[in-house]
């Protein structure tokens, strides 16, 4: 066993974001619970259903990319925890937004609830705050 559990996991949903792929992010995510999201202005966002998750996503991601957008990610802390069939992520990350010569980054820290599937583990629930690092 893995001495991360689900860090792989975590580390692909934060990837999938810094690439604008909804495709690879939607075949991650089973959001069962919702979401709290933050948005550019690093204001909570309540999500409680697959349609808003999805227009969300697709609203942010295409604003993204009309920018011009480059996203990473850096990972400043992390935890995770297996118990059967589901397990928990606590990551402390900075997400960082390049557009043109303006870099803005987030100090951000979720959890993350996870689910075992017949296709492998999938998001549950996203709760992500701001958050100093």
């Known amino acids: 066993m893995s001495t991360e559990p689900l860090r792989m996991q975590t ?6 974001v ?6 690879a992010l939607r075949a ?12 550019p202005q690093g204001r909570s ?7 808003e998750w999805e227009a969300y996503m697709a609203t942010n991601f295409a ?11 850096r990972v400043v802390g992390y935890h995770g925890e297996e118990a059967g069939d589901l397990g928990y992520s606590v990551v402390r990350f900075v997400q960082r937004v390049e557009i043109g010569d303006s870099v803005i980054e987030n100090p951000c820290i979720a959890t993350i609830v996870w689910k075992r599937t017949p296709g492998g583990w999938k998001e549950a ?8 690092v």
């Open 11 to 16: 580390q692909a949903l934060l990837d999938a």
């Open 18 to 23: 810094n690439a604008l792929d909804l495709e």
């Open 28 to 39: 991650m995510v089973d959001d069962d619970y919702g979401i709290v999201d933050v948005d």
């Open 45 to 51: 966002v309540v999500i409680d259903s697959t349609a």
């Open 63 to 73: 604003a993204m990319r009309t920018a011009g957008a480059v996203l990473s990610s």
């Open 125 to 132: 629930r996203w709760h992500c705050s701001p958050a100093p």
